[in-house]
Nanobody, 123 residues
Framework: VQLQASGGGLVQAGGSLRLSCAAS????????RGWFRQAPGKEREFVAV????????FYADSVKGRFTISGDNARNTVYLQMNSLKPEDTAVYYC?????????????????WGQGTLVTVSS
């Protein structure tokens, strides 16, 4: 499956953005689909994941209550709605997927990755 992330940009602190990850080649809802991010000078970290069939959703503590991951089966797309953005949310955001149904934070368990989209939050 090929993934294409989009929706990044520059936003002020407290603002919102919605990231999209469109999949081609397979039915996306058959995969666990996640978002990760890499801030400047830091390692890439887990943000959120939605399970196959959209049954289970998990978030990193740092984004819980502010970010929402959701799937749109008709568009073969997964979204990350980001509200109440903070400067520390500045990062390149990557979508990822795995066919095994893994819904954790270990990056090596994800088989497919998008190219990343930059989110910059100004203070």
């Amino acid at each position: 499956v090929q993934l294409q992330a989009s929706g990044g940009g520059l936003v002020q602190a407290g603002g919102s953005l919605r990231l999209s990850c469109a999949a081609s080649g397979r039915t996306f809802s058959n995969y666990a689909r996640g978002w990760f991010r890499q801030a400047p000078g830091k390692e890439r970290e887990f943000v959120a994941v939605i399970s196959r069939g959209d049954i289970g959703i998990f978030y990193a503590d740092s984004v819980k209550g502010r970010f929402t991951i959701s799937g749109d089966n008709a568009r073969n797309t997964v979204y990350l709605q980001m509200n109440s953005l903070k400067p520390e949310d500045t990062a390149v955001y990557y979508c990822a997927a795995n066919g095994a149904g893994y819904v954790g934070s270990r990056q090596n368990r994800y088989d497919y990755w998008g190219q990343g989209t930059l989110v910059t939050v100004s203070s």
